[in-house]
């Protein structure tokens, strides 16, 4: 069974500070995305970064960054220079196989930035 | 802009009512998807479809029916809503094609529902 593992209720951090968000996950296939959404209290799931297996190097996308250790399958979010903007529920996800590329969530990271 | 919107952010009803939440994808998205999300239990998948007419059941597919006439609409039915179905809901797309652009899924605003 694929799995997602989010071991973080919740995280603070001070403002301009970076933090490391932790994700774990279980798979048998060799063909795997790793995705982390970011979804503010108004609801929204909205897209972070995406890390494929098969992808060399770790993934960035602005002050988001994934530290993909394949070994140890683990999926860590890196928010570097936090703002308030970033206080929010974070989740880890893996997609499917067989569901129509449907993900499979962790369980979320609540996330509260201060300044 | 790509746009997945459902149609009521907040919906109140009674135990035992019949329950349709819509949900419309503006970007020929071949597959379509509703999730439940729950504090402390993350996003769970109830159904998804990856075509008109074509549904399969998710994790937690009891108490819930689709519907998918059509390829820009999937319908999520609660056939008598209980207590328990109280939930936030996503409704989600995305291109069947397994390319890099098209990894990641577009999820609506969600429609909080409470069943009184």
């Known amino acids: 069974a694929q799995k997602i593992t989010q071991t973080q209720p919740g995280m603070f951090v001070q403002e301009k500070e970076a933090v490391t968000l932790d994700c774990t996950y279980d798979t048998s296939d060799p063909s795997y995305g790793l995705f982390w959404y970011k979804q503010p209290s108004s609801g929204e799931m909205i897209f972070l970064i995406y890390q494929g297996s098969y992808d060399q190097q770790n993934a960035t996308e602005g002050r988001y960054s994934l530290n993909f250790q394949k070994a140890r399958k683990s999926a860590n979010l890196v928010i570097s220079a936090s703002q308030l903007g970033d206080s929010a529920m974070y989740f880890c996800a893996m997609r499917l196989k067989g569901s129509g590329y449907a993900l499979n969530f962790g369980k979320g990271t609540s996330l509260l930035v201060t300044p | 802009d790509v746009k997945v919107t459902q149609s009521s952010r907040y919906l109140v009803k009674r135990t035992g009512e019949k329950v349709f939440l819509e949900c419309v994808q503006d970007m020929d998205h071949e597959n379509m998807f509703w999730y439940r999300q729950d504090p402390g239990l993350g996003l769970r998948l109830i159904y998804f479809s990856y075509d008109v007419k074509m549904k399969e059941k998710g994790d937690i597919p009891e108490g819930y029916s689709v519907s998918r006439e059509k390829k820009e609409r999937f319908s999520l039915i609660l056939e008598s809503a209980s207590t328990n179905q109280t939930s936030m809901y996503l409704c989600?797309?995305?291109?069947?094609?397994?390319?890099?652009?098209?990894?990641?899924?577009?999820f609506g605003s969600g429609t909080q529902l409470s069943v009184l």
């Open positions: 989600a797309s995305r291109s069947r094609a397994l390319a890099t652009t098209n990894e990641k899924l577009f």
